[in-house]
């Protein structure tokens, strides 16, 4: 009797152990790994904004030339080269691999009108120049100005270093030695053009346009 009540006891603990292992787990059982969150994804940080660079130009001032030496002459007479000044070939490798060089015409109005360089922005002449045209540009932005000799870039050079800009090139030659070289021009309408005007007081830098043609203008009081 006694050995069929410990079957029957050994059989019931069997039993109960059984359900509290489906209950509650084995508890030799290699345990699953806690939930692992995702990974947040890392945010990538904004790209910082590229520094403006520094316009270096290869020669010195002086050993800067048109390809006429009377043309020379007659810059050299009328810039006091108080800026630095950077020759058409060196512009144009500049242009080409800096789309961050800021260009300026410092011609009237008509005369931009009926030819500038593409990527030019009028930003007067000493008459009728005004800060709202430049203010919006770092004071490190790369700046090559230009007129029709230089003579009145230079001037509005000066006024854009007075006003804290530390990058600025005066065109030399200008736009008469950008045709030369073969520099292209567009109209006001963006159409190529070799048209470059001429204010009368600036009648005798038209001997020096070996290419293109040169259309006489009268530019408005300021």
């Known amino acids: 009797m006694k050995i ?6 050994t059989i019931a603990l069997i039993i109960v152990s059984y359900s509290l292992i489906q209950a509650q787990g084995d508890p030799f059982a290699p345990k699953e790994a806690p939930f692992a969150p995702k990974e947040e994804q890392k945010k990538e940080e904004p790209k910082a904004k590229e520094e ?3 316009i270096t130009v290869a020669n010195k001032p002086e050993d800067i030339l048109t390809q006429s030496p009377k043309f020379d002459n007659y810059i050299k007479d009328k810039l006091t080269f108080s800026i630095p000044v950077i020759s058409v070939p060196e512009f144009k490798a500049l242009i080409k691999e800096n789309k961050s060089v800021i260009v300026l015409d410092a011609r009237g109005v008509k005369a931009f009108e009926t030819s500038h360089l593409k990527r030019a922005k009028r930003v007067g002449t000493t008459e009728d120049f005004s800060i709202e045209r430049i203010w919006m540009y770092r004071r490190d932005a790369p700046i090559v100005i230009y007129a029709t000799v230089g003579k009145e870039s230079e001037e509005i050079g000066n006024t854009l270093q007075k ?11 200008s736009i008469i030695e950008w045709v030369n070289q073969n520099g292209n021009l567009v109209n006001k309408k963006g ?4 048209r470059v005007g001429i204010i009368k007081n600036e009648n005798e830098a038209k001997a020096f346009l070996e290419k293109g043609q040169t259309i006489a203008i009268k530019e408005a009081k300021y």
Request: charged share 10%.
């Open 4 to 9: 069929k009540m410990n079957i029957l006891l």
């Open 52 to 54: 403006p660079k520094a």
């Open 163 to 173: 006003l804290g800009f530390t990058n600025v090139h005066n065109l030399y030659g």
């Open 191 to 194: 159409r190529a053009t070799l």
